[in-house]
C-alpha cells in the first residue's frame, strides 16, 4: 500500500476510484466500503484510493477539547487498511483553511484535479465540504457532466450489523469487550512501548510489562482485568492485562496503568515496541485487603485466561 502525505502535482495513480473519509477504527461498516472500492478499481484496471486526513478534524477545529478518543493511532489505522488489500491512502492536511474549503473546490481542486478521479464511492449519508454542503446530490451534479462515476453504498449494506465509530467506543469503555471486537471485525488492539515499573508484580510472583500508549487520543477499554495476546519481537504471546489504578498496592488515583503479563516469558523487554489484542474480558478491577488476597485473585484469574485460551477460536 502506498501513502502519500497530500497531493502532488501529478499523482501516481491509475484510474482512480476514490472513497473518502477518516475511517476510524476500519470497522465492518467501514470495510464492506473498502471491499467495494477494491472491486471496482479491479473492473476498471484502476487503484483504488482513501483519502483521509490528518490531524483528525476535531482536534483542529475544537482544540479546547480533550475528549477525542480514537478507536486507532495512525499506525494503527494505515496498518489495518493496508491489510485489506487497499492500495492508495492519500493523507490531507487538515486545517482551518482546508475546513473553509467549499464543496466545489473540494471536488473540483482534489478529485478531479487532484486525483483525477475516474469513480467516487461514498455512504449514503456522507458529507464534506464547508458546513458539510457536499452531498449524494451534490456529487451527482458532477457525475452527470462526466467528470467521474458515482456509486452510492446504501445504507442496508453499511448499518446491516448497526455499526457505528460511536458504538464501539461505548462497548470499548463499557468493558464490552467482545461487542467491540465483533464490530471491528478482529481484536481490539493497544500499541505502546514497554516502561519500568514499581515491580510490585515480581514480588508476588506475577510480573508484568507496564505499557505507555504515546497517543493521548487513544481511547482505553474499562479498568479490569482482560485475556490478550502481546506481539513482542514479531511474535504474539497469550497473557493477561489489567488496566486499573492498582487501589491495593496504591491508594492515590494518579495514573491509570496498563500491565500485561505473559504466560510462560521470562524475557526482559524494556524500551521494546508492543502490540497488544484484546481478546475478552474476565473481572473488574477491586481493591484487596493484602498483597497475599490479591495473589490468590490473580491465580484465579491466570486460570480463568488459560481456560480461555484453551478453548477459544482465535487468530
Given amino acids: 500500500m502506498r ?26 461498516g467501514h470495510q464492506e466500503i473498502l471491499k467495494t472500492l477494491i472491486s471496482e478499481a479491479e473492473k476498471r484496471d484502476g487503484e483504488s484510493v482513501l483519502l ?8 483542529v477545529l475544537f482544540p479546547e477539547q480533550t475528549d477525542l478518543q480514537l ?48 469513480m467516487v464511492i461514498i455512504g449514503y449519508d456522507h458529507q464534506f465540504g464547508h458546513n458539510r454542503e457536499g452531498n449524494l446530490a451534490f456529487l451527482k451534479q458532477y ?53 519500568k515499573g514499581l515491580q510490585n508484580g515480581r514480588k508476588i510472583g506475577f510480573p508484568t510489562a507496564n505499557i505507555h500508549i504515546e497517543d493521548g487520543h487513544k481511547i482505553i477499554p474499562a479498568t479490569g482485568v482482560y485475556a490478550v495476546e ?32 505473559l504466560f510462560d516469558f521470562d524475557r526482559e523487554i524494556y524500551d521494546e515496541s508492543c502490540q497488544i489484542r484484546i481478546l475478552s474480558y474476565v473481572r473488574g478491577e477491586h481493591k484487596f485487603p493484602n498483597l497475599e488476597a490479591l495473589k490468590a485473585q490473580i491465580t484465579s484469574d491466570e486460570a480463568t485466561v488459560r481456560a480461555y485460551f484453551s478453548t477459544a477460536q482465535f487468530s
Wanted: charged residues 25%.
Fill in 3 to 28: 501513502i502519500f502525505e497530500g497531493l502532488t502535482e501529478k499523482m501516481p495513480i491509475k484510474n482512480a476510484v476514490v472513497t473518502i473519509g477518516t475511517f476510524d477504527g476500519v470497522h465492518l
Fill in 52 to 59: 483521509t486526513f490528518y490531524p483528525h478534524p476535531r482536534m
Fill in 71 to 118: 478507536l486507532q493511532t495512525q499506525t494503527e489505522k494505515l496498518d489495518k487498511l493496508a491489510s485489506i488489500g487497499l492500495q492508495n491512502v492519500v493523507i490531507y492536511p487538515f486545517s482551518k483553511e482546508f475546513a473553509d474549503l467549499s464543496a466545489e473546490r473540494f471536488v473540483e481542486e482534489i478529485l478531479i484535479k487532484g486525483l483525477q478521479a475516474k
Fill in 143 to 195: 457525475a452527470e457532466k462526466g467528470h467521474f462515476e458515482l456509486l452510492e453504498i446504501p445504507a442496508e449494506q453499511i448499518d446491516e450489523a448497526n455499526i457505528s465509530s460511536s458504538k464501539i467506543r461505548k462497548a470499548i469503555l463499557g468493558g464490552e469487550i467482545s461487542t467491540a471486537n465483533s464490530f471491528l471485525g478482529s481484536p481490539f488492539e493497544l500499541s505502546g512501548t514497554v516502561v
Fill in 230 to 261: 502481546m506481539e513482542v519481537s514479531g511474535k504474539f504471546h497469550p497473557g493477561m492485562m489489567n488496566i486499573g489504578w492498582r487501589p491495593t498496592v496504591q491508594e492515590e488515583k494518579l495514573e491509570r496503568k496498563i500491565e500485561v503479563h
